[in-house]
């Protein structure tokens, strides 16, 4: 078919002018000047590709993307390019954290397509929403092996004009094939729940060392990505005995280590950068992400838990989670810990790779330091000391600057001590310089997973703002992102309002997985009962036609992407997969609960295990974790009798636990009644907020009142203890993993 010349859209009809400046997406409001028509994603911008016969350019992004930014000024700031853009196709942004939705099904067509992904994403559709035409960033001017942006738009714009039946041919079968692949990795939830076969994990284990880069520490080659999830689950496998589990805790060990003393971890203030550029962790791609943040608290938490070992100590690894949690809450907060009023208190999305200086943006200039620089603040002989030891100078990482800190070693003796003395001074200065931009979008899942990583760096550190803060932020959730008359999630929120798609599989399974860990820290009833509701919630939305979907409903435009099939992503990426969060989160309501139906669903979305195991464990960390305590569990503690000092010192006794398949449920003692310290104003509690937990009931005191401990299985229990240390021993005989003395 052949369509009539494209004419520029004037302002005022749709898809005529950029209408982003009213979107509450910073990233999106970052590109409201742009020249380029920009339209928000959704169904008028499909509407008005339709009415004008021309593609959409679908451009997805992030506010904290280094090229995200350069892009936009080489090509999205150019008025000749804007006016091309503008007139043979209408433009959308799409911020990929605000519709993770639409950025993974336009992943996979664009990894399809062009053999490789990333942010920028920029996809060439059909007004129907199909891909055909897909890649990354584009330079401005061609580069070998890269053709400049205008080449690829003026070769989009012919072929749609004259060989547009190909065009919508290859776009179909795309699609088709989407869908295809989407059938495959489904879950069915009918039948019998299959047997998991203990065997896959040890071959995962050796899977992935076959893969560990034993020179530089981690996974792989350059870039390097911390691994998170699996990290988890070699924390998880090495704390049960086998013949692997040694082999596991060394990995985990060794990558903990040099990440936590290399330039990804900003020595200065701490925090991790979202990845290195090098393999050998020595430059980061400088923005931090919250949810990256988060994990790795956790892994670094449970890492102390386990007890440590002689390349990686415990003491060194709760020092990296102390200042990692700090950075979180000085950072990323948004509003004040215990603060009744306002919106209350959460964690925004992330800080910039770029500041902006001078009206420019440059990667990490707010953290790179020359010998000159160092010296201005240290004085000559520390600076040039200093520099050494930031591998900074005319051999350094970056065209001679530096990035605190370098040795990827443990810093001992002098060393140490001229860190200690100079790292408060350089902080001092470096705070002075333009700052990265924060993104200020409250994603709710995110916020889960932080109460998770806080609840137990707080029970397991000793650090009682931590539990705190992790109350303040469960409060919020609950506040705005519950919609509680529709029994539903938002997952994203704006200055205290919830606005946009609902929650995704991931939002509430790591936002019932942060309330399950924040109960098992505190023993609040509201916790546990805030959980449940996400859980029921979760599996009325997510599970369509007997199997486990990502998202509920559906975007038009997303499933026709994908063949007309609602998505399901078992793999890891930045985070878990939902499905593996979501089979986590069942596992531990079931031990909560006595829901043998909650326990079978998990066992269905643990089949994805076998294929994944020892083919592709790099992406199957979170769901080889989940494994591992199913395997391992569930070993249901539940604390009972009088709030004390013997209380408190059973319940310490089961959160200082590594048994990956522990479920921990302890007495309320009324302070679910009313909202939690830090939980903003006008929170009602939850009625009922003081009816035992399942796992309770029927579980007295002493004879005499006092506190006990009861180890269960399948809800039986054994015959209940009253001192740690009995504690202690009976876990070690059940579980073979023993809690850190």
């Keep these: 078919m052949t369509s009539q010349p494209d004419q520029a859209v004037p302002p005022g009809v749709p898809g005529g002018s950029n209408t982003l400046a009213a979107e509450p997406s910073a990233y999106l409001r970052q590109h409201a000047g742009n020249p380029v028509h920009w339209q928000p994603y959704g169904q008028a911008a499909f509407a008005a590709a339709a009415a004008r016969d021309v593609p959409v350019f679908l451009s997805i992004g992030y506010a904290a993307g280094h090229w995200c930014h350069v892009m936009a000024h080489e090509s999205f700031e150019d008025q000749e390019t804007a006016d091309y853009l503008n007139a043979h196709f209408v433009p959308v942004k799409v911020d990929r954290e605000e519709r993770p939705d639409v950025d993974a099904v336009y992943m996979a067509a664009t990894q399809a397509i062009s053999g490789e992904g990333g942010w920028p994403m920029?996809?060439?559709?059909?007004?129907?929403g199909l891909a055909f035409h897909a890649g990354t960033y584009f330079p401005p001017r061609p580069m070998p092996g890269r053709p400049s942006f205008r080449q690829v738009l003026e070769a989009v714009q012919e072929a749609w004009r004259?060989?547009?039946?190909?065009?919508?041919?290859?776009?179909a079968s795309l699609a088709q094939s989407l869908g295809d692949a989407q059938l495959s990795a489904a879950v069915t939830v009918s039948g019998p729940p299959p047997l998991l076969d203990p065997d896959l994990l040890p071959a995962a284990v050796a899977a992935l060392a076959r893969s560990e880069d034993m020179t530089d520490g981690g996974f792989g080659a350059a870039p390097k990505f911390p691994p998170s999830a699996v990290l988890e689950f070699l924390i998880r496998h090495a704390a049960v005995p086998s013949d692997t589990a040694d082999a596991a805790r060394d990995m985990a060990g060794r990558t903990l280590a040099v990440m936590a003393r290399s330039a990804l971890f900003d020595q200065l203030e701490g925090g991790f950068a979202r990845y290195s550029v090098t393999r050998d962790w020595s430059v980061p791609h400088f923005e931090k992400m919250l949810y990256d943040n988060a994990q790795l608290l956790r892994d670094y938490v449970h890492w102390v838990r386990l007890g440590g070992n002689e390349v990686f100590p415990a003491e060194e690894a709760a020092d990296v989670a102390v200042r990692t949690a700090q950075w979180l809450l000085d950072s990323l907060g948004l509003g004040t810990v215990g603060d009744t009023g306002g919106a209350g208190f959460a964690l925004a999305s992330s800080l910039d790779a770029d500041s902006l200086v001078d009206g420019e943006h440059h990667e990490g200039a707010a953290y790179l330091w020359t010998v000159e620089g160092l010296q201005e603040v240290l004085g000559e002989e520390d600076g040039a000391a200093a520099g050494r030891l930031m591998n900074v100078g005319p051999v350094g990482t970056v065209s001679g600057y530096g990035s605190p800190l370098h040795p990827a070693r443990r810093l001992e003796g002098a060393e140490a001590e001229l860190w200690t003395r100079v790292r408060p001074a350089l902080l001092t200065a470096r705070n002075q310089r333009p700052q990265p931009a924060r993104d200020d979008k409250v994603v709710a899942g995110w916020n889960g997973l932080a109460v998770a990583a806080l609840a137990e760096a707080g029970a397991v550190l000793g650090r009682k703002e931590f539990v705190a803060a992790a109350e303040s932020i469960a409060a919020y959730l609950e506040r705005v992102h519950w919609q509680a008359a529709d029994r539903a999630l938002i997952r994203v929120s704006h200055a205290g309002t919830a606005r946009g798609i609902g929650g995704l599989l991931e939002d509430y399974a790591f936002c019932a997985e942060g309330m399950f860990a924040l109960y098992a820290a505190t023993g609040r009833t509201r916790w546990y009962q805030f959980a449940e509701r996400l859980v029921h919630a979760a599996g009325s939305r997510f599970v369509v036609d007997g199997r486990l979907v990502d998202t509920a409903g559906g975007d038009g435009q997303v499933r026709a992407a994908q063949g007309g099939q609602a998505g399901l992503d078992p793999f890891d990426n930045a985070t878990p997969s939902g499905a593996a969060a979501f089979a986590g989160v069942l596992l531990t309501y079931a031990a909560l609960s006595g829901s043998a139906e909650h326990r079978a669903l998990a066992s269905q979305v643990l089949a994805l295990v076998p294929p994944l195991a020892a083919r592709a464990p790099r992406v199957a960390g979170w769901l080889l974790a989940t494994a591992q305590a199913a395997l391992a569990g569930p070993v249901e503690a539940a604390v009972v009798g009088p709030p004390?000092?013997?209380?408190?010192?059973?319940?310490?006794?089961?959160?200082?636990?590594?048994?990956?398949?522990?479920?921990?449920?302890?007495?309320?003692?009324?302070?679910?009644?009313?909202?939690?310290?830090?939980?903003?104003?006008?929170?009602?509690?939850?009625?009922?907020?003081?009816?035992?937990?399942?796992?309770?009931?029927g579980r007295p005191a002493g004879p005499d009142g006092s506190p006990l401990a009861y180890l269960c299985r399948n809800m039986v229990c054994e015959r209940p203890v009253a001192t740690p240390g009995d504690l202690r021993a009976r876990l070690e005989l059940m579980t073979g993993a023993g809690p850190v003395s």
């Excluded at 920029?122 to 129907?128: A, R």
């Design 644 to 697: 004390g000092p013997r209380r408190t010192e059973l319940h310490l006794e089961l959160l200082r636990s590594a048994s990956p398949g522990l479920v921990i449920a302890v007495e309320d003692d009324g302070g679910a009644e009313v909202p939690p310290s830090g939980a903003p104003s006008g929170v009602e509690p939850i009625p009922d907020a003081t009816v035992a937990v399942p796992l309770l009931a």
């Design 162 to 171: 004259e060989r547009r039946d190909a065009v919508e041919r290859n776009a």
């Design 122 to 128: 920029s996809v060439f559709l059909t007004p129907e």
